[in-house]
């Protein structure tokens, strides 16, 4: 299906439109054969992204050196050695002891610190490593300590008159668990939105945390006609990195405020003559 849509859209552009020359039409072709094979899978995504290496030369729409420094260019090279530092990460397990030693400081918080320790976490990572590779990295972190502050709360919610995060609740007539409001599911949402945006804004700070970073240096650097005057990694961290932690602390504090609101939601719950005024 993808070499044949990719010949009929040739042939189409070419016949139809005058102002499209034959390199255009060709060129047009071998995108839209490109992406019917990533859309249905029928081929290894890694062999289709190899295509125009094939298929560019033998067409005569460019020679196979200026289609393979494409290839080899800086923003793909350092973008390919983040993934190769995230797998390093993961293989030595180096997410997982950041986490854990910030957690270690800022534990006596409580949920406040858990927080920020997953927030300053992510967002350092994400300095040298791409956005996905961090939010890959945390979010079983995030996920192990949710569970295990959901596991406490629920424990402490089995006695809510002596229970310390409901200090208002008197008037307990159950020992079941609320799990639908409860502070645990607000802290899980926190955790969760916490590793996902970090990673983003944690990227802002590097020049290479993140893939459009490297693009805007190269388009300044092509614009200049110097990539060496382009943006440097110092200039740019000294410029970004002062944005990107006032960007995490103010994530930290939005995210706190939703898991204290989810609190105040959790405590107050009508009484029942207040439920029988209003049937």
């Given at each position: 299906?993808?070499?044949?849509?990719g010949?009929?859209?040739?042939?189409?552009?070419s016949?139809?439109?005058?102002?499209?020359d034959s390199?255009?039409?060709?060129?047009?072709?071998?995108?839209?054969?490109?992406?019917?094979w990533?859309?249905?899978g029928?081929?290894?995504?890694?062999?289709?992204s190899?295509?125009p290496?094939?298929?560019l030369p033998?067409l005569?729409?460019?020679p196979?050196?200026?289609?393979?420094?494409?290839?080899?260019?800086?923003?793909?090279?350092?973008?390919?050695?983040?993934?190769?530092?995230?797998?390093?990460?993961?293989?030595?397990?180096?997410?997982?002891?950041?986490?854990?030693?910030?957690?270690?400081?800022?534990?006596?918080?409580?949920?406040?610190?858990v927080?920020?320790?997953?927030?300053?976490?992510?967002?350092f990572?994400?300095?040298?490593?791409?956005?996905?590779?961090?939010?890959?990295?945390?979010?079983?972190?995030?996920?192990?300590?949710?569970?295990?502050?959901?596991?406490?709360?629920?424990?402490?919610?089995?006695?809510?008159?002596?229970?310390?995060?409901?200090p208002?609740?008197?008037?307990?007539?159950?020992?079941?668990?609320?799990?639908s409001?409860?502070?645990?599911s607000?802290?899980?949402?926190?955790?969760?939105?916490?590793?996902?945006?970090?990673?983003?804004?944690?990227?802002?700070?590097?020049?290479?945390?993140?893939?459009?970073?490297?693009?805007?240096?190269?388009?300044?650097?092509?614009?200049?006609?110097?990539?060496?005057?382009?943006?440097?990694f110092?200039?740019?961290?000294?410029?970004a990195?002062?944005?990107?932690?006032?960007?995490?602390?103010?994530?930290?504090?939005?995210?706190?405020?939703?898991?204290?609101?989810?609190m105040?939601?959790?405590i107050?719950v009508?009484?029942?003559?207040e439920?029988?005024?209003?049937?």
């Amino acid at each position: 299906l993808g070499p044949i849509s990719g010949l009929l859209t040739g042939l189409l552009a070419s016949s139809f439109s005058p102002e499209i020359d034959s390199k255009m039409a060709k060129t047009l072709g071998v995108t839209v054969f490109m992406i019917v094979w990533w859309i249905d899978g029928s081929v290894n995504m890694g062999v289709t992204s190899l295509l125009p290496i094939a298929l560019l030369p033998v067409l005569g729409i460019l020679p196979g050196n200026q289609v393979c420094k494409c290839y080899f260019a800086d923003t793909v090279v350092v973008c390919f050695s983040s993934l190769l530092m995230a797998y390093a990460v993961e293989y030595y397990n180096l997410h997982s002891m950041l986490a854990h030693e910030l957690l270690r400081v800022t534990r006596g918080w409580g949920e406040a610190g858990v927080l920020l320790s997953f927030v300053l976490a992510t967002g350092f990572l994400s300095m040298w490593l791409s956005n996905t590779a961090t939010a890959a990295l945390m979010l079983p972190l995030a996920n192990a300590a949710y569970v295990s502050m959901r596991s406490n709360n629920l424990e402490l919610s089995q006695d809510p008159v002596h229970n310390p995060l409901y200090p208002n609740v008197t008037n307990a007539t159950t020992s079941t668990p609320v799990r639908s409001n409860t502070p645990s599911s607000r802290f899980g949402e926190a955790l969760d939105l916490s590793v996902a945006f970090a990673s983003s804004l944690g990227g802002m700070a590097t020049l290479t945390g993140t893939g459009s970073n490297l693009v805007l240096q190269a388009t300044l650097a092509g614009a200049e006609g110097d990539a060496q005057e382009g943006v440097s990694f110092v200039i740019w961290f000294l410029l970004a990195a002062p944005i990107s932690l006032l960007c995490l602390l103010a994530l930290w504090g939005i995210l706190w405020m939703h898991v204290s609101w989810g609190m105040r939601l959790a405590i107050s719950v009508p009484k029942e003559e207040e439920i029988e005024e209003h049937k």
